[in-house]
């Protein structure tokens, strides 16, 4: 069974940093694509980055292009969010998932795993 969890959220002030992790279990990852998405309140979850567990540059979204990292420690089955450069439109609950597959995806409902989700709140 595939469990996602994360942890790394909190209070930040605008332009500071904070970096989420996901824990991935319950399975081999080897062939999955993991990826992050936010979602604030009122509005849609939105994708923010992607990377193969292969292998491969991380895939981003406009939003956090340049202020946002994606990467994964394959020995400690985990993926990180290197967020820089917070806003406080960056505020929202932030969601690690996975989906098994080569072709990078950004659709949420082309993700099959979900994280719990953790909360970041970016302060003006």
């Known amino acids: 069974q595939v469990q996602l969890v994360e942890s790394g959220g909190g209070l930040v002030q605008a332009g500071g940093s904070l970096r989420l992790s996901c824990a991935a279990s319950g399975r081999s990852f080897s062939r999955f694509i993991m990826g992050w998405f936010r979602q604030a309140p009122g509005k849609e979850r939105e994708w923010l980055a992607s990377i193969r567990w292969s292998g491969g540059r991380g895939y981003y979204a406009d939003s956090v292009q340049g202020r946002f990292t994606i990467s994964r420690d394959n020995g400690k089955n985990t993926v990180y969010l290197q967020m820089n450069s917070l806003k406080p439109e960056d505020t929202a609950v932030y969601y690690c998932?996975?989906?098994?597959?080569?072709?990078?995806?950004?659709?949420?409902?082309?993700?099959?795993?979900w994280g719990q989700g953790t909360q970041v709140t970016v302060s003006s």
């Open positions: 998932a996975a989906t098994e597959g080569s072709v990078i995806v950004r659709a949420a409902a082309s993700y099959d795993y």
